[in-house]
């Protein structure tokens, strides 16, 4: 089936995940941006850490989800005249965000357990420890887990580029495949 037909796109729960994770994914960034310093303690805490925590397992799970139900569905193709090397690297993008974003809670959560703590997702239950607490593991997997942000960050951008280049340059029906209307 080809992405030039408007009947072509992703079914509608890989759509609403894409976009859910695209919100949830912006909102876990944020911190990043904001001086913390600055925010009062009910704004520290809403932001902070234990949603920062919470919200990070919520995104690799919904993004298992979304693996999960995609390697049962079928999903449009990229033009047929779309170059190969192209087509290469679209998939490579995507792959490496789904691989990168669901391990990326799991290092968040060894980091934490490394540093003496366990996760209370949402308040609601208690992650249980996977490993004991060392410091210096604890300093490793936080350098990596800081170097995996900025991979996700940059491979986004690839994406959205992507998405610009199908959209305003091919004028091709690729970014609609994944839009709702």
Known sequence: MSINHLTSRYPLVIRILHWLIVLMLIIQFMPLYINQKE?????????????????GVTIGLFMLLRVLIRS??????????????????????????????????????????????????????????IIGQDQELRHTLKEVHEANAFLIL??????????????FIRKDQVLKSMWFN
Not at 40 to 48: L, W
Not at 154 to 167: A, T, V
């Open 39 to 55: 925010l009062t303690d009910f704004q520290r805490q809403f932001i902070g850490m234990p949603t920062h925590f919470s919200l």
């Open 154 to 167: 940059g491979l986004i951008g690839l994406h959205i580029l992507g998405s610009f280049y199908h959209y």
């Open 72 to 129: 049962f569905s079928t999903s449009p193709t990229l033009p047929a005249d779309f170059p190969v090397v192209f087509k290469i690297v679209a998939r490579l993008v995507q792959t490496l965000l789904y691989i990168l974003i669901i391990i990326m809670p799991i290092i968040g959560l060894l980091m934490m357990n490394a540093g003496g703590y366990s996760l209370n997702w949402w308040g609601s239950f208690e992650i249980p420890k």
